[in-house]
């Protein structure tokens, strides 16, 4: 469970805690340094300063302020530059297919730069691509101008306070109450954004918004408990953190942000995930209801985010009734609701995914709801409905429609319902809820889906196969608008228990179309020869699968055809898959790469 990754990112955290520690010093440093020459006098002395007298015309341009005064230029300019280039992508996303035939009139172009800005690699075991650092680069250089932009104030006359170092923590301040504002409308799944960019996509800068956010209000707090301990005598570090009510909102909320940062890492969401939905929503809760106490401009965007958050909550969350629970080997559970909303077949996408509550109570359907994929998605009509002998169809006009998830048992949450499913007792089952299907899990931004393309490649490790079993159940139907002819499934498994549990969807897929299923096993033997038989075109292998030697060989097979790639592994394989994938692309073939990670 402590994996490589987790420990790294925990020794990232310490480090940046140490950091924090000592940010008091720091800043006990740059007072200490000597200050633009425009400031008459030492930052830190005490002592009031002459009044300036004209002396000469140079004297003259030099303007200094005496009196503190405030200053939202910030909040107001940088909320604007990001509903500017927020609506600057929704006009390139809408006009993406338009863009991209000028930008694919020349392929081979096209294709070394997507293999430049596309290419993965790993930083303190993150992955990252070009485009990654340009745009993360971008955001934080943004947020530099911001704060180093041309300084207003200077000096106040009496009493020496240091207002160059103010200024700079009040625009700290400003820039954080944005980023923060901006990081939770960017965790919604339900508002505007997501059709268009899709929740990994959203998600991702919901991240990097708080990181951000965070920082700055690291920078801002630090300065003003160092200013204020400073500027007069106290009897501890206690006395200056809850000097009045907005050093004491101020603590609360710095404390709030370092919550958020712990319960979002990675080894905390590993070993509990449901300490990680907790943590979240309070630490949000602990924000928005002390920030109007902080600051006025905590409720003009904590009021509006807030509103955003409980419309998406409402939405997230809708009554499903079971179909059935199954215990399957490999220690895997086979779910089926019925949810209560009505959905068009044409709307549901292979390879999104829904979070289900299996908890009693409203409350804790909130905080302790769980994301999985829907591996297959039936709807029959009313009309061809049985009576039902395990309670009423949810919705008897459009008929019923069951989403199945496949589960595999990783922590106590989802042991608890293996141990349901085992006994057969679904009793306790009987509240369950589920949200609609989210995520856009399209090939490019032109909303090319995995039907579009005559070759799909899909490559699975353990329990990564789920979201490819719904785009193997949409491209075995075969319809009319489905282009696919061929489909090669790569999936590395440790057991033969788990191939057992998917078999009956692949007997069931994958009738009428071209399909090779390899298989590897990493741990178990082969298992005995009736097994592969009972698919066809199932191949067994002992063993890690060679994936450039794999996918070298269906590039050379259909040189000259565009090929879909969906992914969903660990990051060495998904690194790994998407560069070869891109080096491989050219004037005569390109491949479209769909990598699924599911780290939200």
């Known amino acids: 469970m402590f994996t490589r990754r987790s420990a790294t990112w925990t020794a990232i955290i310490l480090f940046i805690v140490i950091v924090a520690l000592q940010a008091s010093s720091y800043f006990k440093i740059a007072f200490s340094i000597k200050d633009d020459p425009i400031v008459p006098g030492d930052p830190l002395s005490k002592k009031p300063l002459p009044s300036p007298s004209p002396s000469s015309p140079a004297e003259n341009n030099t303007v200094h302020v005496q009196t503190y005064k405030r200053d939202y230029t910030t909040i107001w300019s940088y909320s604007a530059s990001l509903i500017f280039i927020y609506a600057l992508f929704c006009i390139v996303q809408q006009q993406w297919c338009r863009l991209q035939k000028k930008f694919m009139s020349d392929r081979g172009m096209y294709c070394r730069i997507r293999s430049l800005l596309g290419y993965e690699f790993s930083i303190l075991d993150s992955t990252w691509t070009f485009s990654d650092v340009i745009q993360v680069s971008g955001l934080v250089l943004l947020n530099s101008l911001f704060i180093l932009r041309h300084r207003v104030l200077v000096q106040e006359l009496e009493g020496g306070r240091d207002l160059y170092h103010q200024e700079y923590a009040n625009r700290a301040a400003q820039l954080a109450l944005v980023n923060m504002s901006a990081g939770v409308a960017l965790s919604v799944r339900n508002i505007l954004h997501n059709p268009r960019f899709g929740t990994h996509t959203t998600l991702a800068w919901h991240a990097w918004f708080g990181r951000l956010g965070g920082l700055c209000a690291l920078y801002h707090t630090c300065f003003q408990f160092v200013q204020k301990y400073y500027r007069n005598s106290y009897d501890g570090v206690f006395q200056v953190l809850f000097f009045n009510v907005r050093y004491t909102t101020g603590t609360c909320m710095i404390t709030a942000v370092f919550v958020l940062y712990v319960g979002s890492h990675p080894l905390v969401r590993t070993m509990s995930y449901r300490f990680f939905r907790v943590s979240h929503m309070l630490a949000f809760l602990t924000l928005v209801l002390l920030g109007g106490f902080h600051h006025w401009t905590f409720v003009v965007f904590y009021v509006a985010v807030t509103c955003i958050w409980l419309m998406d909550q409402f939405k997230l969350s809708w009554p499903a009734r079971l179909v059935s629970v199954k215990a399957l080997p490999g220690n895997i559970v086979k779910l089926q609701l019925e949810p209560s909303f009505s959905i068009e077949p044409t709307t549901f996408i292979p390879g999104q995914f829904a979070f289900v509550t299996i908890t009693d109570g409203w409350l804790s359907q909130k905080l302790y709801s769980h994301p999985f994929s829907v591996s297959r998605f039936d709807q029959e009509p009313a009309s061809s409905l049985p009576s039902s002998t395990d309670g009423p169809l949810l919705n008897d006009k459009s008929g019923k429609t069951v989403y199945t998830f496949y589960i595999k048992t990783n922590g106590k949450h989802t042991a608890s319902l293996y141990q349901i499913a085992e006994s057969g007792d679904s009793t306790c089952l009987r509240h369950m809820r589920i949200s609609k299907p989210l ?34 159940q949409q491209l075995g139907q075969r319809g009319h608008h489905i282009k696919t002819k061929r489909i090669t499934l790569i999936w590395s498994i440790r057991s033969a228990d788990t191939l057992e549990s998917f078999l009956p969807e692949f007997q069931s897929h994958l009738t009428d179309i071209d399909c090779i299923i390899k298989v590897y096993l990493t741990r178990d033997n082969i298992p005995p020869p009736d097994l592969e038989s009972s698919v066809s075109d199932l191949q067994l292998s002992k063993g890690r699968p060679n994936y450039t030697t794999l996918l070298k060989e269906i590039q050379c097979k259909y040189p000259t055809t565009d090929i879909a790639l969906g992914i969903c592994a660990h990051d060495e394989t998904i690194q790994q898959c998407g560069n070869t994938a891109r080096g491989f692309s050219n004037n005569q073939s390109i491949w479209a790469i769909r990598p699924e990670r599911f780290e939200f």
């Open 439 to 472: 995520g856009k899990p399209t090939m490019d931004m032109a909303g090319r889906s995995y039907s579009d393309f005559e070759v799909v490649v899909l490559v699975a490790e353990g329990i990564g196969i789920t979201p490819w079993i719904s785009v193997l």
